[in-house]
């Protein structure tokens, strides 16, 4: 079979036969859920010498990412991001994706450090530590102390790591096109929009200096709450491929056994951790987006210390205040606003059933959200909410979907740390404000002034757009389409029968009229446009009844 998307990658030939032939081990190509390899299937083995015959789509997904190297290593880590294309089963088995990855040898960090901060490590750092504290996919960290006497960490980015991820893109983006194209089964998964998504946002994080200014505004955002903390970026240390930051002395989240040694009120800091979350996310409409305990660390005095910010949100005015609406047509448990809410966010499959989307919801709503504040698991809830959008098949800005999933893992953060924690309670005060702001004059004109904009925009354009179409139906130019879905089998079953019945008529005429050659008082040409008749009538019924067409009109 012949890729044209591929043909432009020529030169990465051997990489785009090596992902498609990890893909095919895994069963995670069409030609391998063919019955003809299931044999094979069963002697196939992952990078580890796992066998691959029983494992479910989850775990093979996650394998085969693993397998792949970097870039699909991130990808699935994005798509554990997206429940609502992928599901939460298979979300929560790429979340388990690590990356950790081997420690570059001293003088390649040494190297980068030099080519970056413009003069050897002996002359930028007083000391600096070769041996690294920990290395993942896209860098390692490294502890130092500058000249001016601060402790630091040092995050390096591995060497050549871009002329590895960049043709992996480019042969990522020609699969999710041929996906796209080629098979209805991941159409609706938006493969094209994925990748587009996946590239910013990987090529993003390979520039440190976007999470060098992530720091410097939570860092100012936060400057009068002494329970949160962020690390200082030093700039003149710092660079595209180099992260120097202040060095944080705490106990981090993954660390259970000192957090429960340490005498801290966990429930505590765990409330001044979802405080401040709620804060980024109604407060300020921009957040830290990975906040599972490895990124938390517990400072001297319960404060919250906070780690890599490269992953983060931001909520545009009109996409907040959707959300805004969504949270409160949750709260006030009203299914029908919750519907109409979540349409307005998205967008709906043709022909979707919103009487029983708001039916399901409505369900829904009475599950989760008739309970006390103390009772009610956010996290079990968005995260059946999202099996609904899945199910309906909405599609949900990626803005909104992160937003959840970081709702979601925050709930499952705070819990490790204090199992009675409730992230419901929490939410308490700042439903009242939300409400305030939903409810205020200020919004309400806002609201009008778009609309008038809107109203104006269409009043400046609608006399432009009506005289060009004036103009050409004058011209004699003007054309209308009209799409016509699933009429061709209709029209072509029509025209059969209509050649079927032909042929029957003219071949009985023949047949009666002992049309020559005639043999034993038979015409041979009227009895074969009968027998061509019978063969086409039996074609014809088989389509029918093969398509549900007579049995489905009867019920």
Same mark, same amino acid.
């Given at each position: 079979?012949?890729?044209?998307?591929?043909?432009?990658?020529?030169?990465?030939?051997?990489?785009?036969?090596?992902?498609?032939?990890?893909?095919?081990? @895994?069963?995670?190509?069409?030609?391998?859920?063919?019955?003809? @390899?299931?044999?094979?299937?069963?002697?196939?083995?992952?990078?580890?010498?796992?066998?691959?015959?029983?494992?479910?789509?989850?775990?093979?997904?996650?394998?085969?990412?693993? !397998?792949?190297?970097? $870039?699909?290593?991130?990808?699935?880590?994005?798509?554990?991001?997206?429940?609502?294309?992928?599901?939460?089963?298979?979300?929560?088995?790429?979340?388990?994706?690590?990356?950790?990855?081997?420690?570059?040898?001293?003088?390649?960090?040494? %190297?980068?450090?030099?080519?970056?901060?413009?003069?050897?490590?002996?002359?930028?750092?007083?000391?600096?530590?070769?041996?690294?504290?920990? =290395?993942?996919?896209?860098?390692?960290? &490294?502890?130092?102390?500058?000249?001016?006497?601060?402790?630091?960490?040092?995050?390096?980015?591995?060497?050549?790591?871009?002329?590895?991820?960049?043709?992996?893109?480019?042969?990522?983006?020609?699969?999710?096109?041929?996906?796209?194209? @080629? =098979?209805?089964?991941?159409?609706? +998964?938006?493969?094209?929009? *994925?990748?587009?998504? /996946?590239?910013?946002?990987?090529?993003?994080?390979?520039?440190?200096?976007?999470?060098?200014?992530?720091?410097?505004?939570? %860092?100012?955002?936060?400057?009068?709450?002494?329970?949160?903390?962020?690390?200082?970026? +030093?700039?003149?240390?710092?660079?595209?491929?180099?992260?120097?930051?202040?060095?944080?002395?705490?106990?981090?989240?993954?660390?259970?056994?000192?957090?429960?040694?340490?005498?801290?009120?966990?429930? !505590?800091?765990?409330?001044?951790? %979802?405080?401040?979350?709620?804060?980024?996310?109604?407060?300020?409409?921009?957040?830290?987006?990975?906040? &599972?305990?490895?990124?938390?660390?517990?400072?001297?005095?319960?404060?919250?210390?906070?780690?890599?910010?490269?992953?983060?949100?931001?909520?545009?005015?009109?996409?907040?205040?959707?959300?805004?609406?969504?949270?409160?047509?949750?709260?006030?448990?009203?299914?029908?606003?919750?519907?109409?809410?979540?349409?307005?966010?998205?967008?709906?499959?043709?022909?979707?059933?919103?009487?029983?989307?708001?039916?399901?919801?409505?369900?829904?709503?009475?599950? #989760?959200?008739?309970?006390?504040?103390?009772?009610?698991?956010?996290?079990?809830?968005?995260?059946?909410?999202?099996?609904?959008?899945?199910?309906?098949?909405?599609?949900?800005?990626?803005?909104?979907?992160?937003?959840?999933?970081?709702?979601?893992?925050?709930?499952? $953060?705070?819990?490790?740390?204090?199992?009675?924690?409730?992230?419901?309670? *929490? /939410?308490?005060?700042? @439903?009242? $404000?939300?409400?305030?702001?939903?409810?205020?004059?200020?919004?309400?004109?806002?609201?009008?002034?778009?609309?008038?904009?809107?109203?104006?925009?269409?009043?400046?354009?609608?006399?432009?757009?009506?005289?060009?179409?004036?103009?050409?139906?004058?011209?004699?130019?003007? &054309?209308?389409?009209?799409? &016509?879905?699933?009429?061709?089998?209709?029209?072509?079953?029509?025209?059969?029968?209509?050649? $079927?019945?032909?042929?029957?008529?003219?071949?009985?005429?023949?047949?009666?009229?002992?049309?020559?050659?005639?043999? #034993?008082?038979?015409?041979?040409?009227? %009895?074969?446009?009968?027998?061509?008749?019978? +063969?086409?009538?039996?074609?014809?019924?088989?389509?029918?009844?093969?398509?549900?067409?007579?049995?489905?009109?009867?019920?």
């Amino acid at each position: 079979m012949k890729f044209p998307a591929l043909a432009r990658l020529e030169s990465n030939v051997h990489r785009v036969a090596e992902i498609l032939g990890v893909l095919a081990k @895994y069963g995670l190509a069409d030609w391998v859920k063919a019955p003809h @390899y299931g044999w094979l299937r069963k002697h196939l083995r992952s990078g580890d010498g796992q066998a691959l015959s029983g494992l479910g789509l989850p775990q093979r997904a996650r394998m085969a990412c693993a !397998e792949l190297g970097v $870039t699909f290593i991130k990808l699935g880590q994005v798509l554990a991001t997206r429940p609502d294309l992928v599901g939460l089963e298979v979300a929560a088995e790429l979340a388990q994706l690590q990356t950790a990855a081997p420690a570059e040898p001293a003088a390649t960090v040494r %190297a980068t450090l030099a080519a970056e901060l413009g003069a050897p490590v002996e002359e930028r750092f007083a000391a600096f530590a070769d041996t690294p504290l920990a =290395s993942a996919s896209i860098a390692q960290v &490294h502890c130092a102390r500058l000249p001016t006497g601060e402790e630091v960490v040092v995050k390096i980015q591995h060497s050549g790591l871009e002329r590895q991820i960049l043709p992996d893109l480019d042969i990522l983006a020609a699969l999710a096109a041929l996906a796209e194209r @080629y =098979s209805p089964e991941l159409r609706r +998964y938006q493969p094209v929009t *994925v990748v587009r998504q /996946f590239r910013r946002t990987l090529l993003r994080e390979l520039d440190f200096t976007i999470e060098r200014r992530h720091l410097m505004e939570f %860092a100012g955002r936060f400057a009068g709450d002494p329970n949160v903390h962020f690390p200082v970026p +030093y700039a003149e240390w710092s660079s595209r491929r180099v992260l120097t930051m202040e060095r944080l002395d705490g106990i981090l989240g993954t660390n259970t056994a000192a957090l429960a040694a340490s005498g801290v009120d966990l429930d !505590e800091f765990a409330r001044r951790g %979802a405080t401040m979350y709620l804060q980024m996310v109604f407060r300020d409409a921009f957040y830290h987006a990975d906040p &599972h305990p490895g990124n938390l660390m517990l400072l001297p005095g319960g404060v919250v210390g906070v780690l890599d910010c490269g992953m983060v949100g931001r909520l545009d005015p009109e996409l907040a205040s959707a959300i805004d609406d969504l949270l409160v047509a949750l709260v006030t448990q009203d299914a029908t606003d919750l519907g109409d809410t979540l349409l307005r966010l998205g967008s709906a499959p043709p022909g979707v059933s919103r009487d029983q989307l708001r039916a399901d919801l409505a369900e829904f709503v009475a599950d #989760h959200v008739g309970r006390s504040l103390r009772e009610l698991d956010i996290g079990a809830a968005f995260g059946n909410l999202l099996e609904i959008v899945r199910r309906y098949q909405l599609t949900l800005p990626p803005a909104c979907i992160l937003l959840l999933r970081t709702l979601v893992e925050l709930e499952g $953060t705070a819990r490790r740390l204090s199992p009675e924690f409730s992230l419901a309670e *929490v /939410f308490g005060p700042f @439903y009242t $404000t939300l409400l305030r702001r939903r409810l205020s004059p200020r919004r309400a004109v806002v609201r009008l002034r778009r609309a008038g904009r809107d109203w104006e925009r269409l009043a400046g354009s609608l006399p432009r757009d009506l005289g060009d179409v004036l103009r050409r139906v004058r011209e004699g130019s003007f &054309h209308v389409h009209l799409d &016509h879905h699933h009429l061709d089998p209709v029209v072509n079953r029509l025209v059969l029968g209509l050649v $079927t019945a032909a042929l029957l008529v003219a071949s009985a005429l023949l047949w009666c009229l002992a049309a020559p050659p005639v043999w #034993h008082g038979v015409s041979l040409v009227g %009895a074969a446009g009968l027998a061509a008749a019978i +063969y086409l009538t039996a074609r014809l019924l088989w389509a029918i009844r093969k398509s549900g067409g007579p049995s489905r009109s009867d019920e």
